[in-house]
Antibody, heavy 120, light 106 residues
Framework: QVQLRESGPGLVKSSETLSLTCAVSGDSMKTTHWWAWVRQSPGKGLEWLGDIFHSGVTNYNPSLKSRVTISQDASNNQFSLTLTSLTAADTAFYYC?????????????WGQGTLVTVSS | SYELTQPVSVSVSPGQTASVTCSGEDLGKKYICWYQQKTGQSPVLVIYQDDQRPSGIPERFSGSNSGTAATLTISGAQPMDEADYFCQTWDSNTYVFGPGTKVTVL
């Protein structure tokens, strides 16, 4: 059974950089799947931030592209999110997720999410 | 950027059919996925590729997509189906989610 678990700080300061890690268990990252980050502001909708393939190829949401970096540590079966220049608008639940490999297959497995609050 | 539109809320009586719509320009030419999110939980994929159910999703969940709208149908809705439902598609190399619909079963 595939499980994803996010870890990182729950509170970060405005203008600083957020770093989150997603540990993957029950599956190898070296498959046909893509590994993604999705966030959800409290009480709001979902926003895809970007994803990574085990080859290292990445895709990012254009609305955040200049601030987002996704990297991987395939040997440890984990991948990470870095988000720079934080503002209060970045306060959200951050989820890591496994995508089905083709764009129409959907985000099949989700982590439990981690709440990140950006304070001034 | 591409946008999806969903009704804010849908109410259904237990055992009846609930329909949740998702609209977007030429949406019928794209594939749609649907996610269920219960309060305090992570989203769960309930439909992919317009009308396919992942393993473990009950048959009462079905999907369709044509023209400018996609529909998630819950046939014989149960109290456990009360949740927020989000549609999602892919446009210009970006995954786009709808704003979500709160389905109330009462």
């Amino acid at each position: 059974q595939v499980q994803l678990r996010e870890s990182g700080p729950g509170l970060v300061k405005s203008s600083e950089t957020l770093s989150l890690t997603c540990a993957v268990s029950g599956d190898s990252m070296k498959t046909t799947h893509w590994w993604a980050w999705v966030r959800q502001s409290p009480g709001k909708g979902l926003e895809w931030l970007g994803d990574i393939f085990h080859s290292g190829v990445t895709n990012y949401n254009p609305s955040l592209k200049s601030r987002v970096t996704i990297s991987q540590d395939a040997s440890n079966n984990q991948f990470s999110l870095t988000l720079t220049s934080l503002t209060a608008a970045d306060t959200a639940f951050y989820y890591c997720a496994r995508h089905g490999g083709s764009y129409y297959r959907g985000f099949q497995v989700w982590g439990q999410g981690t709440l990140v609050t950006v304070s001034s | 950027s591409y946008e999806l539109t969903q009704p804010v809320s849908v109410s259904v009586s237990p055992g009846q059919t609930a329909s949740v719509t998702c609209s977007g320009e030429d949406l019928g030419k794209k594939y749609i996925c649907w996610y269920q999110q219960k309060t305090g939980q992570s989203p769960v994929l309930v439909i992919y590729q317009d009308d396919q159910r992942p393993s473990g999703i009950p048959e009462r969940f079905s999907g369709s997509n044509s023209g400018t709208a996609a529909t998630l149908t819950i046939s014989g809705a149960q109290p456990m189906d009360e949740a927020d439902y989000f549609c999602q598609t892919w446009d210009s190399n970006t995954y786009v989610f709808g704003p979500g619909t709160k389905v109330t079963v009462l």
